[in-house]
C-alpha cells in the first residue's frame, strides 16, 4: 500500500510469507499440479476500486492466479465485505463489468461447509485487504494493542480447505495486510479468537519498505511495469514488505524495494511445450520445428538434436547441420519462475540420405532401421498329413542353424500336445516332428491352429517360421524375422549378408 491515501497517511507493514500454510509441505512436497499464488503489499483492490491506480496490477495477478487452474474459467471466490466492496470494483474495473465470474463471500457468513471451496467451483481465491490500510475493508482497527481480526480468523478456519485447494490447482491473490499482518515490530498481539491476516499463510516478519520501488524480470513476465508500482506520492511512498523467504521455498520476488521484497509469486508446476509443427526441410541438412508451451506468461524453450546440450531457443526454431539417417529432437519449457519440464518433448524423423552403409547403425536411407546385424540362418523340410478334420505333422526338420542360436517351438490351438517347448539343437539341426505326439501317436491338429519355430541369437536378426493349420488343406506357411531388442514380426530384414 501507498503512504497517501484517503483518510491519512499510512505506513505500511507486511509479513514474510514463506509457504501456503496449514501444511508447509504444500512447498516442500508440491503435489504433482500445485496452484499459482501472488502476495503483494500493495492494496491494489483499494487502489484500483477508488481510481484508476493499480488496475492492471489487479488484472495480472488474477490472470496468473487464474491461469494455473484445472480451468480457468471458472469463478474466483472473493473474501471481502461492505457495502461496496472494493475486490468486485477493482476486478470490474480492470476487466470490464462481468468479464470474470465472481462469487464475493463476507468472512463473517463463512461457515464448516460454506462456501464449498474447490477447483470444480472456483479458479482463484481473492483476499481482499485489511482495514488497517485505512479505506480497505477486512478486519477492524487494533483496539488498545490488541488486534481485532474476525474476518481473519474465519477465513483461517478453513485454512485445510484453502490448503487443498492450492494442491488442486487453485490459484491465491492476497492483498496488503497492513498492522493485522502479524509477526512484526510493535504490530498488535493476536490470540485463538483473533488471529493474524496473513493466518492462512506462513508469516515471519516484516516492515515498511521505502521506493523506488522497481518490477523484476518475473514481475516484468507478469505484465507488471514500474508504473503499476505507485512510485509517485505527494508525501512519499511506503510500502508494505516481505522478507527474504527462508531456504527451500519456491516463492520468487516480482517487485522489489529498499533491499526487501513487495510482491512475491509462486508456482511449483512445471510448464509443457508442444511441438506443433515440423520437421519441415529447409534444406538437406536443416529442419525447421515451430513449438508452444501451456504458459502464457512468457515461457522460453530449450533444444536439442539427439543427445547434445540443451541450448537456448525460440519458436520457430531451425536445426541445421544434421547428418543422414534417424534423429531426435527434444523441446523443453521454462516458465517465468523457472521450473524446467522435466521430460521433454521430443519427436523423431530422418534425414534420407544415399545407399545404407553396412555395420554402422545409422538408418541412411530412413527405411525404419539400420540393420547391421547378420540373420540367424537356417534350412527347414516340412511335411504334414491331412483330412478334412485334423492335420498331423509327419516331417519338421531343421538343419544348417548358426551355431549358438536358441530354438523354441510354440503351438496354440486344438489339438496341440503341447504350448511351448524349448527344443536343443545338435549340430545345427533338430527333428521337431517327434514333438508333436501324444501318447506316442502323432498329434491331431484341428483348423486353425498355429505353430510358430523362433530362431533366435543376441544381436542377430531372429528367424520365425509360422504354419497355419486349414481344413482339408496343407497348412499356410509364412517366414517372419525380428530385428534385435524387437517384438514385431517383420515380412523382410535387411542384413548384409
Known amino acids: ?16 510469507s514463506a509457504l501456503i500454510a496449514v501444511v508447509g509441505m504444500l512447498a516442500l512436497a508440491p503435489s504433482a499440479m500445485a496452484g499459482r499464488l501472488l502476495e503483494t503489499g500493495h492494496d491494489i483492490d483499494f487502489h484500483c476500486a477508488a481510481s484508476t491506480q493499480q488496475c492492471n496490477f489487479v ?5 496468473w492466479a487464474r491461469s494455473g ?20 470494483a477493482a476486478i470490474n474495473k480492470a476487466f470490464g463489468t462481468g468479464v470474470v465470474p465472481m462469487q464475493v463471500v463476507d468472512p463473517g457468513s463463512i461457515t464448516s461447509s460454506f462456501p464449498n471451496i474447490n477447483t470444480l467451483n472456483y479458479s482463484a481465491i481473492f483476499v481482499a485487504s485489511d482495514t488497517t490500510c485505512f479505506g480497505c475493508d477486512l478486519n477492524n482497527f487494533p ?89 509517485s506520492c505527494p508525501d512519499g511512498c511506503t510500502h508494505n514488505s516481505f522478507g527474504f523467504p527462508p531456504a527451500g521455498s519456491r516463492l520468487k520476488p516480482a517487485e522489489v524495494g529498499s533491499g526487501r521484497y513487495i510482491t512475491l509469486v509462486q508456482d511449483t508446476d512445471a510448464p509443457t511445450a508442444s511441438i506443433t509443427s515440423g520437421p519441415t526441410a529447409t534444406g538437406r541438412s536443416s529442419r525447421r520445428f515451430t513449438f508452444s508451451s501451456n504458459e502464457r506468461e512468457r515461457p522460453t524453450f530449450q533444444c536439442r538434436v539427439d543427445n547434445a546440450a540443451f541450448g537456448a531457443c525460440s519458436s520457430p526454431w531451425t536445426a541445421t547441420g544434421l547428418s543422414d539417417g534417424r534423429h531426435t529432437v527434444n523441446v523443453r519449457a521454462i516458465d517465468l519462475v523457472g521450473n524446467v519440464q522435466p521430460t521433454p518433448t521430443s519427436r523423431s524423423f530422418c534425414v534420407p540420405g544415399t545407399a545404407e552403409v553396412a555395420g554402422n547403425k545409422v538408418d541412411e536411407d530412413c527405411n525404419g532401421f539400420s540393420a547391421p546385424f547378420d540373420p540367424v540362418e537356417a534350412t527347414i523340410r516340412f511335411a504334414f498329413r491331412f483330412t478334412r478334420a485334423s492335420t498331423q505333422v509327419t516331417t519338421l526338420n531343421l538343419a544348417k542353424v548358426t551355431r549358438g542360436a536358441s530354438l523354441r517351438v510354440t503351438c496354440r490351438g486344438k489339438g496341440c500336445p503341447f504350448k511351448s517347448k524349448r527344443v536343443k539343437l545338435r549340430k545345427g539341426k533338430a527333428k521337431l516332428s517327434r514333438i508333436f505326439k501324444k501318447r506316442g501317436k502323432r498329434a491331431k491338429l484341428r483348423r486353425r491352429a498355429r505353430i510358430r519355430i523362433s530362431l533366435t541369437k543376441p544381436g542377430l536378426i531372429s528367424k520365425v517360421y509360422n504354419f497355419k493349420i486349414r481344413r482339408g488343406a496343407l497348412p499356410s506357411f509364412a517366414t517372419r524375422c525380428q530385428l534385435p531388442g524387437s517384438k514385431r514380426l517383420r515380412s523382410s530384414c535387411p542384413s548384409f549378408q
Do not use: C, E, H, Q
Open 69 to 88: 487452474a484445472p480451468n480457468p474459467s471458472k469463478p474466483v471466490l472473493v473474501f471481502d465485505k461492505g457495502a461496496t466492496p472494493d475486490v468486485p
Open 143 to 231: 483496539s488498545s494493542g490488541a488486534a481485532s481480526t474476525p474476518d481473519s480468523t474465519k477465513i483461517y478456519s478453513r485454512v485445510k480447505d484453502i490448503a487443498a485447494f492450492f494442491d488442486a490447482g487453485g490459484g491465491i491473490v492476497a492483498g496488503s495486510g497492513a498492522d493485522n499482518s502479524g509477526n512484526i515490530p510493535g504490530g498488535p498481539s493476536f490470540d485463538s479468537n483473533n488471529v493474524p491476516y496473513y493466518a492462512f499463510v506462513a508469516t515471519a516478519g516484516g516492515d515498511v519498505a521505502s521506493g523506488p520501488f522497481a518490477v523484476t524480470p518475473i514481475g516484468a513476465g507478469l505484465g507488471l511495469t514500474n508504473n503499476d508500482l505507485l512510485n
Open 59 to 63: 488484472k495480472r495477478a488474477v490472470i
Open 1 to 16: 500500500m501507498v503512504a497517501s491515501v484517503v483518510g491519512g497517511t499510512r505506513l505500511g507493514r507486511w509479513a514474510l
